[in-house]
């Protein structure tokens, strides 16, 4: 069974903007096990200088591919060419992580010989990639992936197909085969496919934790395939004592709306210190009146686009009315214009007061207050959930955010900076429903080659000096 076909239009119009038929898993897998022994074989040297064209590729196509992504997930122009530039850093930071991460050493061992340590390549790597970043965060395995001499088999989001496309075009421009890195089109059912076919070597996923624990479960009992997960959150931002509430609110609408809040590093809770809670949500709400939410060209260019779809859309609006049915207090109503496009302003909804406050991944534009009276509380409350992606304390002191870093159970735990836009220089995960310990970013060297212990000498040389006749 396989998808009929697959279709993607633009949340901001609901344009049809590409469409195509899926592609045979069978014979994608088929194809990359025939290619990667050759390229497994080619020095790194090669695959450095065939990577770095691939850079040059997506410098030439930056603006073209910056409007595809724009059209294709309904995000602002200015933050797609954002992403653009990041396609563009991940090939230096990954060849920079694989030369610190897995270089070869050499030791001297008994009877004069040596020990090595050297790295392979697993094989023949599934690369799935999410909707809100289309370019970037697929890129995120894809490049280390290639480096460490893997084939991959992208398979865009059925979302985000055309920006899939359009990626992997500049791998080939640049001289990486099809075979190599293979473009693989599909909905669900093929990434189910992918996932449980016996040819492949490892599954490297971004997306939903709920998508994430099924891949999981799938390989469960396979230790022999590679699983990387980088999921979702439920991320809290903490504001505690600080004279500049002004950049505060800057930094929490940063972090909760970004992308129309569709960032797995977005905060969804904002824990707030009771004696600074009128000031500090006055100042925050005043900030999210003032966002602009638009088309992806609109002039004035706007903060958020809309969510990706209909569905996403309905499914926030009626999470946004569960909070609100069941003890939660709206500060800033979350607002739908136009029923028949996914367009929604940022909202805000103080829950401190509701019994049981849903352990879930709201992903979209909607930020949850909870008003605490001491940091122990603050912590306690950061702590309150099942996954474990990025953290931020905005304001304390050093030692409060001594506390807050050794007691906040994240990946990522920031202070006076938006939870979002890790650094390209630093491991991006998390523990919990975050990930499954094996953080992509700047460690994704880690999981796209396996290390190889050899003891080696020039001649055979060993004697039995004991139990013999």
Same mark, same amino acid.
């Given at each position: 069974?396989?998808?009929? @076909?697959i279709v ?5 119009? /609901? #344009?049809?903007?590409?469409? /195509?038929?899926?592609?045979?898993v069978?014979?994608?897998?088929s194809?990359?096990? %025939? ?9 790194? #040297?090669?695959?450095?200088?065939? $990577?770095? %064209? ?5 410098? @030439? ?10 059209? @294709? ?22 060849? %920079?992580a ?24 697993h094989?023949? $790597?599934?690369?799935?990639? !999410?909707?809100?970043?289309p #370019?970037?965060?697929? =890129? ?20 985000a197909?055309a ?10 421009r ?14 669900? $059912?093929?990434?189910?496919?992918f ?7 490892g599954?490297?996923f ?7 624990? =099924? ?20 991320n ?5 004592d ?8 800057a ?17 969804r *809770?904002?824990i ?6 009128? &000031? &500090?949500?006055?100042?925050?709400? &005043?900030l ?9 060209f609109?002039? !004035? ?22 909070l609100? =049915? ?9 607002? *739908?214009?136009?029923e028949?496009? !996914?367009?929604? =302003? ?10 049981e ?13 909870i ?9 306690a409350e950061?702590?309150r ?14 030692q409060?955010?001594?506390r ?10 920031n ?45 055979? *040389? ?8």
């Amino acid at each position: 069974m396989s998808t009929p @076909e697959i279709v993607s239009y633009e949340p901001a119009t /609901g #344009a049809e903007i590409w469409r /195509g038929r899926p592609c045979d898993v069978d014979e994608a897998v088929s194809r990359a096990q %025939r290619a990667w022994p050759a390229w497994a074989a080619q020095p790194l #040297a090669t695959r450095i200088e065939l $990577l770095r %064209r691939f850079a040059n590729e997506v410098r @030439e196509d930056a603006e073209p591919l910056a409007v595809m992504i724009a059209r @294709e997930v309904g995000k602002p122009l200015w933050e797609a060419r954002a992403e653009v530039d990041s396609v563009i850093a991940k090939v230096e930071s990954s060849i %920079r992580a694989y030369a610190e991460r897995t270089s070869q050493r050499k030791l001297d061992s008994a009877l004069q010989g040596t020990m090595a340590v050297r790295h392979k390549p697993h094989g023949v $790597l599934v690369v799935l990639g !999410p909707f809100n970043f289309p #370019a970037h965060l697929p =890129s995120a395995h894809i490049v280390p992936a290639l480096l460490a001499g893997n084939a991959v088999i992208f398979k865009p989001s059925e979302k985000a197909p055309a920006s899939g496309e359009r990626l992997a075009r500049c791998f080939y421009r640049a001289g990486i085969s099809a075979s190599v890195l293979q473009l693989a089109l599909g909905g669900p $059912l093929e990434g189910q496919g992918f996932v449980a076919h016996e040819g492949i070597d490892g599954v490297l996923f971004t997306g939903s934790a709920s998508t994430g624990i =099924s891949i999981n479960r799938r390989l469960a009992a396979r230790p022999d395939k590679l699983v990387a997960l980088e999921m979702g959150g439920n991320n809290p931002i903490v504001l505690w004592d600080t004279p500049k509430l002004t950049d505060a609110a800057a930094l929490i609408v940063q972090s909760a709306f970004a992308s129309a809040g569709q960032r797995c590093t977005a905060a969804r *809770r904002l824990i707030v210190k009771g004696t600074l809670y009128d &000031a &500090a949500i006055a100042e925050v709400k &005043a900030l999210a009146d003032r966002v602009i939410v638009g088309a992806p060209f609109d002039d !004035p260019a706007p903060f958020m686009g809309p969510v990706i779809d209909a569905s996403a859309a309905d499914g926030l609006t009626e999470s946004f009315l569960y909070l609100l =049915s069941n003890g939660g207090r709206a500060i800033k109503h979350l607002v *739908r214009g136009d029923e028949s496009l !996914p367009f929604l =302003s940022p909202a805000i909804i103080d829950t401190t007061a509701m019994k049981e406050r849903p352990d879930v991944e709201l992903f979209g534009p909607i930020l949850q207050v909870i008003r605490v009276d001491d940091f122990d509380q603050a912590i306690a409350e950061a702590n309150r959930t099942r996954f474990g992606l990025a953290a931020s304390l905005v304001g304390g002191s050093p030692q409060d955010y001594n506390r807050f870093w050794a007691n906040v159970r994240a990946g990522i735990v920031n202070w006076n900076r938006a939870t979002t836009g890790p650094s390209h220089a630093a491991p991006m995960g998390g523990v919990g429903l975050s990930g499954n310990h094996r953080p992509s970013g700047y460690y994704a060297a880690d999981y796209c080659a396996y290390p190889v212990a050899s003891g080696e000498l020039e001649q055979p *040389r060993a004697a039995i000096g004991v139990g013999l006749r």
